[in-house]
């Protein structure tokens, strides 16, 4: 079957820097995604891996270990405005681009 | 600037009724997904179109169906309304195999069936 795991609730200071985690168990693998929705919004699209390593863009980051079915995405000098949910997203080989999307995580910002 | 548009943000329905939620985007792209996302579940597909006028279930097809009669469009229907399916919907497009973005999201339509 098809699984993606990641935390339900994170909580950082603003101006930290924090890394949520991703893991996924799926056939086919053909990229991993993040996107970031606001309470009440459509998700918007911040990252995405198919090879392995980092990819860097601006305060965020995403890492992709493809044997280790790994991720992880690296926000840093956080602002209040990154309180979100943040979606991990596995796109299966041959399947018109369908995703697998994880249950999100539930990013607190505190000042 | 690319778009895929729901037709409604709020919705209130009653239950029994047949409900239509419509999805247009303009980007001409090929697959359209319907999603519904819950707190504690994420989302979880419904239905999804790889080319005008076919269809395939996703994981939780039970009581809907949709409809894609031309490319652009891509229309969720609740056959008889029930309070189970009280839930935020999110309608998605993209190109042929995906692309570097991925999805791109309609605005969600929050459904209450009461």
């Known amino acids: 079957g098809q699984n993606i795991d990641q935390p339900t609730e994170m909580t950082a200071t603003e101006g930290a820097i924090v890394q949520i985690n991703c893991t996924y168990q799926?056939?086919?693998?053909?990229?991993l995604f993040w996107y970031q929705q606001h309470a009440g919004e459509a998700p918007t699209f911040l990252s995405y891996?198919?090879?392995?390593g980092l990819e860097e863009k601006g305060r965020f980051s995403s890492f992709l270990s493809r044997s280790k079915g790994y991720s992880y995405l690296l926000l840093k000098e956080l602002q209040m405005k990154d309180s979100a949910s943040y979606l991990c997203?596995?796109?299966?080989?041959?399947?018109?681009?369908?995703?697998?999307f994880g249950q999100g995580t539930e990013l607190s910002v505190k000042p | 600037d690319v778009k895929v548009t729901q037709s409604s943000r709020y919705l209130v329905k009653r239950t029994g009724e047949k409900v239509f939620l419509e999805c247009v985007q303009d980007m001409d792209h090929e697959n359209m997904f319907w999603y519904r996302q819950d707190p504690g579940l994420g989302l979880r597909l419904i239905y999804f179109?790889?080319?005008?006028?076919?269809?395939e279930k996703g994981d939780i097809p039970e009581g809907y169906s949709v409809s894609r009669e031309k490319k652009e469009r891509f229309s969720l229907i609740l056959e008889s309304a029930s309070t189970n399916q009280t839930s935020m919907y999110l309608c998605?497009?993209?190109?042929?195999?995906?692309?570097?973005?991925?999805?791109?999201f309609g605005s969600g339509t929050r459904l209450t069936v009461v």
């Open positions: 799926t056939s086919g693998f053909n990229g």
């Open positions: 998605a497009s993209t190109a042929q195999g995906g692309g570097r973005h991925g999805y791109t």
């Open positions: 997203a596995v796109r299966i080989y041959n399947q018109g681009g369908k995703l697998i």
């Open positions: 179109s790889y080319d005008v006028k076919m269809k």
């Open positions: 891996n198919v090879l392995d």
